[in-house]
């Protein structure tokens, strides 16, 4: 069955365009990927915190998904991370420290 499903959701925190935030979603999903999970983002999720705030879109996220990311779209640094489950969290770190 292959590795753990993972659902991501990327939250910027800064004016940016979707694109730039599904861009950096892609990068995290390969990187996650290659560590044999599969990782969905569900379509609809992802938003910039002009269409929301983050905190509502954070309370929503926690519910649907594993890990949750608020990005800073001008240096693309991930600020804060969420993650479910332990396992998650040890290899997203390691997604992170491999960058």
């Known amino acids: 069955m292959g590795g753990v499903e993972v659902t991501i959701y990327l939250?910027?925190?800064l004016r940016g365009s979707l694109v730039e935030v599904t861009q950096k979603t892609g990068v995290v999903?390969?990187?996650?990927q290659d560590l044999g999970h599969e990782v969905v983002n569900p379509l609809g999720l992802t938003k910039t915190a002009t269409e929301a705030t983050p905190i509502e879109v954070?309370?929503?996220a926690i519910d649907k998904c594993d890990?949750?990311?608020v990005m800073d779209n001008r240096t693309e640094l991930i600020k804060?991370?969420?993650y479910r489950d332990k396992e998650i969290i040890?290899?997203?770190k390691e997604v992170e420290?491999?960058?």
């Open 11 to 13: 939250i910027a925190n």
């Open 29 to 32: 999903q390969k990187k996650l």
């Open 58 to 60: 954070e309370k929503q």
């Open 67 to 69: 890990a949750v990311f």
């Open 80 to 82: 804060y991370a969420y």
């Open 90 to 92: 040890s290899n997203i």
């Open 97 to 99: 420290a491999g960058k």
